[in-house]
């Protein structure tokens, strides 16, 4: 049976000097009333009676009130627990008579329900926390969150790098023309030499006849001259013929192995061949660079989505306690809406139903400052307190008929 609040009734606590209560045993129970007309001291002092000396008022007794604060709650599961006297002593006393104290009413109040802004204000992450250690799942949760983020970073990288090398390989020339295989540049250097070295071979014969008939000139000009010189020109001249005719005869200078301007076109030719097949070869190898890339980004994707359906799945076994709700990447998200992005109903909702996974044997939860919802919500968020069986004390600045009861002045009670 979840325990909720039968009555309540309260003398010179704060700004109430004497209010009596009969909450409604599921949905809500709307305290009226002006600004400062001490609707939120009713709410405080259900905190303080029930949730402890840590939530003690620092100013807990009505200014100008002779009697010392009182609190009296009867609790459904027959509990009635009081404040009174002058240090507010707390008395808890069971059906049968029997007395207890704060820790009996902790075995079964959340401290939630008494101080729902608690949970409001906290960050996104510690409220996904909340949850998560409530079923159980934060360490399982935080493993897979944490493996997410390592393999997104890792995939983000990889992805830049890809994108990198697709660029650098689209931005490479290419020439679908060229040949696959490269040309030989050594065996055409050597046919250039080879006929280097023949034309120096023909240029040195033909320097070297011409010398040799220079000086057979000479010889025969002083033939004429130098007639005793004759026999032994005619030998010198007999001897030059002989060398010049060996010479003539030398079959290694019949044929050219080329002409030479034809091959230093074809070397030309070869190297601007080659420079293409080094570019398409480049760009070959950077485009399967990036494909390698391009694949492990894909892997990761696929990791990725497998942690987050095994997140989802161990969230679905774990029985969120409101449809729709959800934990990503460590926040609370509502119907697709991370917790900046619903509405300020959204919000109570989801509070609510995680307070009530907290502790289930709390039937009631306190909300302060319900003026945010228009009446619609107002009628809505009832209707849902009403399915989940809970009960809600709450206050809104309102004088209107979807009020409960009006506090006027600080002091006055009033049924709407």
């Known amino acids: 049976m979840k325990t909720k609040i ?108 008494l101080n729902l802004p608690a949970f409001l204000n906290a960050s996104n992450k510690d409220k996904a926390k909340i949850l998560l250690d409530t079923l159980g799942v934060a360490k399982d949760i935080a493993s897979f969150d944490e493996l997410e983020k390592q393999i997104y970073a890792q995939r983000t990288e990889v992805g830049k790098i890809a994108d990198s090398k697709e660029k650098h390989a689209q931005e490479l020339q290419g020439y679908p023309k060229a040949p696959i295989v490269r040309i030989s540049m050594s065996e055409l250097i050597a046919k250039q030499n080879e006929i280097i070295e023949y034309e120096m071979r023909c240029s040195k014969r033909t320097s070297w006849i011409a010398e040799q008939e220079r000086l057979i000139s000479n010889a025969e000009t002083q033939i004429a001259e130098l007639e005793h010189q004759i026999v032994r020109h005619k030998t010198d001249i007999s001897n030059f013929r002989e060398q010049i005719e060996k010479a003539r005869s030398d079959e290694s200078l019949n044929e050219s192995p080329g002409d030479r301007e034809t091959i230093e076109r074809q070397i030309q030719e070869a190297e601007e061949t080659n420079k293409q ?4 070869l480049q760009k070959l190898d950077a485009l399967a660079e990036a494909r390698k890339y391009r694949k492990n980004y894909e892997n990761m994707t696929r990791e990725i989505e497998d942690i987050r359906k095994k997140r989802m799945s161990l969230l679905d076994s ?83 008929e979807e009020c409960t009861i009006i506090i006027e002045d600080g002091k006055e009670l009033t049924h709407a």
């Open 6 to 113: 039968i009555s309540l009734q309260i003398e010179n606590v704060k700004r109430v000097n004497a209010l009596y209560l009969e909450p409604t045993d599921t949905g809500l129970t709307v305290i009226g009333g002006k600004n400062g007309a001490g609707k939120t001291s009713v709410l405080n002092a259900i905190m303080w009676a029930l949730g402890g000396a840590k939530h003690t008022p620092s100013n807990p007794k009505t200014e100008g009130a002779e009697e010392d604060p009182m609190i009296r709650i009867e609790l459904n599961n027959g509990l009635i627990v009081e404040r009174k006297g002058k240090k507010s002593a707390l008395t808890v006393t069971d059906p049968k008579g029997l007395k207890g104290g704060q820790s009996l009413l902790d075995s079964f109040v959340s401290q939630f329900a």
């Open 277 to 280: 097949i080094d570019s398409n």
């Open 318 to 400: 774990a029985k969120l306690p409101l449809e729709g709700l959800t934990v990503e990447n460590q926040e609370l998200v509502y119907n697709g809406q991370k917790w900046d992005c619903m509405s300020s109903a959204e919000q109570l909702q989801v509070a609510t139903a995680i307070v009530r996974q907290l502790q289930p044997q709390c039937g009631f939860v306190l909300m302060d400052k319900l003026e945010s919802m228009d009446r619609d919500t107002l009628t809505e968020f009832g209707a849902w307190l009403d399915s989940q069986d809970l009960q809600c004390i709450a206050t809104r600045v309102s004088t209107g």
